[in-house]
Structure formats: C-alpha cells, structure tokens
C-alpha cells in the first residue's frame, strides 16, 4: 500500500483573525456617581483640583481615569467608607454619604480631557498623591499635584532635587481662592514638559 499523495488544487482558504477591541474600558464599573467628591459639598475649607490630561501630541485625553488619594486635613489616614459601600439590605452600591471625608477620589476625564475634583487640603504632606490611567498605557502612573500656600519647594526633598523646569510640573497652579489647576501631561509635547512621574520600589 502507498501513502497518498498531496492533494491536488488550490490551498484551502482561511478566514482572517477576528479583530480584537483593545481597552482600556475605564467607563465600565470603575467610575461612580460623586467620584470626585472626597469632601462633603459645603465643606467650609474646601478646595478644587482640575486640569486636563495631555498626550504626547499636546492633544487632551477624553478616556483618562485618575485616582487621588490623601489624608484628612488633621494628618488622619483612616478616611471612611466611599465608592465601594453597599447597601445592607438589597447589596446595591450605595457609594458615599456625601458627609464624611473619604480621602479618595476616581475621576474619569470628560470629552475635552478635563476632571474636577472637590477636597480638602491634606494635613501633614504638601500634596495630593495622583494615580492615571490611560489609553496607551501599560501601567498607570504615580505622581504628585503640590498645592499652592502648603508647599515650599526648596524644602520638599523630592521638588527640591528637580530642575525647576520639571519641578514646575508637579505644583499646581492658583486660579482663585480654593481653585487651582493640575494638569497632567503624559509626554513631552515640544512645548510643555512631560509631567514627573514617580517609581516606587
């Protein structure tokens, strides 16, 4: 008996790969109705945090998620309860109180790349620490918005060892009394420097 041969014909056909949709999906589960609402509305002392969230092209980034976190204006770290409190009865997400001070924030950026965030000053550190999630990102990013009146830059170890072109890009900007402006730029655009992003071993 003798092998068969290759078959005679053309090859057969193969349909293509189905395209795969690539992330990132940060406006699924993870953003919540008062996420940037870390102090109760009408908190006397109350400040504002926004800016907007550039790529490398100088072009705002509309699908950015940023985390805050921070302590409480007494130096406290406990904060309370927030974005993941649930009802005890039916086990729906019940989120924040809108009374208490939770010490973190998740926004996501809006069309123009823009987010807000409504807090406290922090006690005991000059700072907000920022967390960013972005399309084009394989890991998210650690940084810092140093805020206006709490921060003294040749005093602060880790401004104080920066050129002070890229010191400027961790100090926020007063805009108003209790308004002051962060952005975040996630690369050298040619104009404006890449904001300092931090490693933690």
Partial sequence: MTAPGPASGP???????????????????LPFTGGGDVAPAGEPGAV????????????????ALLEFWQPAPD????GAPGSLRRDPVN????????????????????????YVLRTLPPGGVPYISVCVFARGLLHHLY?????????DPEAEPLLSSLPESRRATLLAVRERD???RFDVRLQDDGVHEETVFLAFA
């Fill in 143 to 151: 940084t810092r918005a140093y805020l206006p009146g709490l921060t």
């Fill in 48 to 63: 504002i945090l926004h800016g907007q969230v550039f790529d490398g092209a100088g072009v705002p980034v509309p699908d």
């Fill in 178 to 180: 209790g308004v002051h």
């Fill in 75 to 78: 130096g406290s770290r406990a």
């Fill in 11 to 29: 090859p057969p056909a193969f349909l293509p790969t189905p395209a795969q949709t690539v992330g990132p999906f940060f406006g699924y589960a």
């Fill in 91 to 114: 086990g729906a997400v019940a989120g924040r109180t809108g009374l208490e001070f939770t010490g973190f924030g998740r926004v996501a950026t809006d069309a123009a790349g823009h």
